[in-house]
C-alpha cells in the first residue's frame, strides 16, 4: 500500500522550494501525495497564490484558512492558534503517514505541533540554518526538534541539526532546491518576460524584496524608507519590486512600495512573480537587493550580486557575490556603486553557490523511499549527544 506525505505550503517563496521535491516525491511509486495549502496562499492581499498550484497541475487536497487581516505580534499569534486548531482537526480525519515541511515560518511551527500530538511524523527540510535578525531562528530549531528526518542545505547546517540532539542516520545534506530552480527550470525569453511583466527590461533592473527584521520591532517604517531614498539615488536603474511576506509590519513596507511606485515610472510592484517569472527576472537582472534569503540561496547561480541588507539573513551562508550591508540609505547606495563595479561583476560572474549541485529533488526522493521501506518510524527519538569540551 502506498504511504500518503501530506506537503504544506503556506508561501510563494515556499511552494518555490517544495514544488521540485513534490513532483520527485510524485514519481515514486510508493508514495500518494497531498498537498494541503494555508497562510498567505489563501489571502487576496497576497495575490492569491494557491491559484499558482493548481495552474502547475497539483491538485490540492484542502485549503485552511488562518490568516487574520492584520501584521500585528497579537494577530500572528491568534493565526497560530487558528492553525493548531484546524490541522489538528485535519490530522484528526486525514492521518498521513507523514507530513512535509519546509523552513521557518510561524504557521509551520503551529501546524507541526498539530502533527506531533497526532503522533505523524514530520520530514522537515532545511534545519540548521541561521537567521539571527528574524524570530524565524528559534521557530527553525523549534520545528528540528519535532521532526523525524531532517534534510539540509549543507553539511554546516547537517551538523548544527545533529549538535541540536538529532541521530546523524536521520540527519541528510541534500543541497539547496533554490540552486535545482535556478539551474534546471525553462527560463522565459527576455522578450517573453517583458510581455509578460508588461515592464521594459531594455535598462538595466535590479530585483527588490524587502521583509521586516521581526526581531527588531518598530524598524520596518524607517528600514524600508532608507532603502527606498538609496533606490531614489539610482534613477539609471529600473525596479521590479515583490511584495513583504506575512510577517508583523509586512503591511507597512508593503503600503510603502506601492506608494514608492506609484510615483515612479522606472518601478512595478508584484503581490508574487511565481517560480517560473522570477527565475526568468533574475537571469536578465543587474542585482538583486533587499533581505529575502533568496538572495543568498538562489541568486548566486545566476552569477549576479546581491545587496544583503541588515540582519535578517545573519548567520547565513554567503557566496562572494553577496555584498551585505547595514540598512542605512548611504550605505545601501554605495552597496549598489559596488555592486555595479567592473571588479564585483567580474568576481560574480565566477563565485560558487555554498548551497549545491542542483540535484536535490532526486536525492530525497531516494532518501525516503529507503526511510519508508520499514514498517513505521520509532518516534521515541534519543537525544544524540556530541561529544565536545565547553
Given at each position: 500500500m502506498k504511504k500518503t506525505i501530506?506537503?504544506?505550503?503556506?508561501?510563494?517563496?515556499?511552494?518555490?522550494l517544495l514544488k521540485p521535491i513534490v513532483e520527485a516525491i510524485r514519481e515514486c511509486d510508493e508514495f500518494c501525495v497531498k498537498i494541503v495549502v494555508t497562510g498567505a496562499h489563501l489571502s487576496p492581499e497576497f495575490g492569491l497564490t494557491y491559484k499558482e498550484i493548481e495552474k502547475d497541475g497539483?491538485?490540492?487536497?484542502?485549503?485552511?484558512?488562518?490568516?487574520?487581516?492584520?501584521?500585528?505580534?497579537?494577530?500572528?499569534?491568534?493565526?497560530?492558534?487558528?492553525?493548531?486548531?484546524?490541522?489538528?482537526?485535519?490530522f484528526e480525519e486525514n492521518r498521513p503517514d507523514a507530513l512535509a515541511v519546509l523552513g521557518d515560518r510561524y504557521e509551520t511551527l503551529a501546524v507541526c505541533i498539530a502533527a506531533m500530538n497526532a503522533r505523524v511524523p514530520i520530514l522537515h527540510f532545511y534545519?540548521?540554518?541561521?537567521?539571527?535578525?528574524?524570530?524565524?531562528?528559534?521557530i527553525r530549531h523549534s520545528i528540528t526538534k519535532m521532526s523525524y528526518l531532517h534534510f539540509t542545505s549543507?553539511?554546516?547546517?547537517?551538523?548544527?541539526?545533529?549538535?541540536?540532539?538529532?541521530?546523524?542516520?536521520?540527519?541528510?545534506?541534500?543541497?539547496?532546491i533554490g540552486v535545482e530552480n535556478a539551474l534546471s527550470l525553462p527560463i522565459l525569453s527576455k522578450e517573453e518576460l517583458e510581455e509578460n511583466l508588461c515592464f521594459s527590461l531594455d535598462s538595466p533592473y535590479a530585483i527588490v524584496t524587502f521583509h521586516p527584521v521581526t526581531l527588531e520591532d518598530g524598524e520596518a517604517e524607517k528600514q524600508c524608507r532608507e532603502l527606498l531614498n538609496a533606490l531614489?539615488?539610482?534613477?539609471?536603474?529600473?525596479?521590479?519590486?515583490?511584495?513583504?511576506?506575512?510577517?508583523?509590519?509586512?503591511?507597512?513596507?508593503?503600503?510603502?512600495?506601492?506608494e514608492y511606485v506609484s510615483s515612479h515610472s522606472n518601478a512595478i510592484v508584484f503581490d508574487?512573480?511565481?517560480?517560473?517569472?522570477?527565475?526568468?527576472?533574475?537571469?536578465?537582472?543587474a542585482m538583486v537587493i533587499g533581505n529575502s534569503s533568496?538572495?543568498?540561496?538562489?541568486?548566486?547561480?545566476?552569477?549576479?550580486?546581491?545587496?544583503?541588507?541588515?540582519?535578517?539573513?545573519?548567520?547565513?551562508?554567503?557566496?562572494?557575490?553577496?555584498?551585505?550591508?547595514?540598512?542605512?540609505?548611504?550605505?545601501?547606495?554605495?552597496?549598489?556603486?559596488?555592486?555595479?563595479?567592473?571588479?564585483?561583476?567580474?568576481?560574480?560572474?565566477?563565485?560558487?553557490?555554498?548551497?549545491?549541485?542542483?540535484?536535490?529533488?532526486?536525492?530525497?526522493?531516494?532518501?525516503?523511499?529507503?526511510?519508508?521501506?520499514?514498517?513505521?518510524?520509532?518516534?521515541?527519538?534519543?537525544f544524540f549527544d556530541v561529544g565536545f569540551e565547553l
Open positions: 501530506t506537503v504544506l505550503t503556506a508561501t510563494r517563496a515556499e511552494y518555490g497539483f491538485q490540492i487536497d484542502r485549503k485552511i484558512e488562518i490568516l487574520l487581516s492584520s501584521d500585528s505580534p497579537v494577530s500572528i499569534s491568534k493565526s497560530m492558534g487558528l492553525a493548531l486548531i484546524s490541522f489538528s482537526e485535519y534545519g540548521g540554518e541561521t537567521t539571527e535578525g528574524a524570530v524565524d531562528e528559534a549543507t553539511e554546516q547546517y547537517r551538523k548544527r541539526v545533529i549538535q541540536l540532539g538529532e541521530s546523524p542516520d536521520r540527519v541528510f545534506a541534500v543541497g539547496g531614489d539615488m539610482h534613477k539609471e536603474l529600473r525596479y521590479i519590486f515583490t511584495m513583504a511576506n506575512a510577517d508583523a509590519e509586512g503591511r507597512i513596507i508593503n503600503i510603502m512600495i506601492k508574487s512573480l511565481g517560480t517560473l517569472r522570477y527565475m526568468s527576472a533574475l537571469k536578465y537582472a533568496s538572495g543568498l540561496l538562489e541568486v548566486p547561480s545566476f552569477h549576479i550580486p546581491t545587496i544583503n541588507i541588515g540582519d535578517r539573513q545573519k548567520g547565513r551562508l554567503q557566496a562572494e557575490s553577496v555584498i551585505t550591508c547595514e540598512p542605512v540609505c548611504e550605505e545601501i547606495s554605495k552597496a549598489i556603486d559596488k555592486a555595479r563595479s567592473y571588479d564585483f561583476l567580474k568576481l560574480a560572474a565566477s563565485a560558487r553557490n555554498p548551497y549545491g549541485d542542483g540535484n536535490t529533488s532526486k536525492r530525497i526522493a531516494g532518501i525516503l523511499r529507503k526511510a519508508f521501506m520499514k514498517d513505521d518510524f520509532n518516534l521515541k527519538k534519543k
